[in-house]
T-cell receptor
Framework: NAGVTQTPKFQVLKTGQSMTLQCAQD?????MSWYRQDPGMGLRLIHY???????DQGEVPNGYNVSRSTTEDFPLRLLSAAPSQTSVYFC?????????????FGPGTRLTVT | SQQGEEDPQALSIQEGENATMNCSYK?????LQWYRQNSGRGLVHLIL?????REKHSGRLRVTLDTSKKSSSLLITASRAADTASYFC???????????FGAGTTVTVRA
């Protein structure tokens, strides 16, 4: 199993540009989520999904869109990038219900917005 | 806002020594998790402790939970260079699927 994969590993954007961060998992996990990690802040939840067609907002959803059309994929869209979105982004997945708790994380995408 | 906060922010120990870090949280929880992050990598799940458990072990890891004080501790015994990493506690937020992570404790194990 590849586990949780994220692409790209690094990205530089100009303010106002849009892009999609890709996340895929091959463990048949119902739950997928996106976090951002900033120095001294820990991880903050952006959006999450408990299954195809179901998404919900986390702690810091503004400026980000998600959709979940398949179990495997959970892309994160930045519609108009801002310097405040410079961060490291992590995707995670897990089973739901009583098997929810162990989160499997991807390697991260380091995004810089200039 | 973050539910959990780790203490200390950073810890430096000699190989073979024990490392202890703490996590305090604000609201009642039904479980608490600990994760490790090596530099430049994603987080790895270490252990989960439920609210009806006071102590749990996994290899060289020992986790305690005191719900009356809203705090948890992670002890790494006989530390190794490979234990150099950041350690995070995670607790459920407004629902179980909204995990909240603390800012982490950075542990450096010196050879």
């Amino acid at each position: 199993n590849a586990g949780v994969t994220q692409t790209p590993k690094f990205q530089v954007l100009k303010t106002g540009q849009s892009m999609t961060l890709q996340c895929a998992q091959d463990m048949n996990h119902e739950y997928m989520s996106w976090y951002r990690q900033d120095p001294g802040m820990g991880l903050r939840l952006i959006h999450y999904s408990v299954g195809a067609g179901i998404t919900d907002q986390g702690e810091v959803p503004n400026g980000y869109n998600v959709s979940r059309s398949t179990t495997e994929d959970f892309p994160l869209r930045l519609l108009s990038a801002a310097p405040s979105q410079t961060s490291v982004y992590f995707c995670a997945s897990s089973y739901t219900g009583t098997r929810f708790y162990e989160q499997y994380f991807g390697p991260g995408t380091r995004l810089t917005v200039t | 806002s973050q539910q959990g906060e780790e203490d200390p922010q950073a810890l430096s120990i000699q190989e073979g020594e024990n490392a202890t870090m703490n996590c305090s949280y604000k609201t009642s929880i039904n479980n608490l998790q600990w994760y490790r992050q090596n530099s430049g990598r994603g987080l790895v799940h270490l252990i989960l402790i439920r609210s009806n458990e006071r102590e749990k072990h996994s290899g060289r890891l020992r986790v305690t939970l005191d719900t009356s004080k809203k705090s948890s501790s992670l002890l790494i015994t006989a530390s190794r260079a490979a234990d150099t990493a950041s350690y995070f506690c995670a607790t459920p937020g407004s629902n179980d699927y909204k995990l909240s992570f603390g800012a982490g404790t950075t542990v450096t194990v010196r050879a």
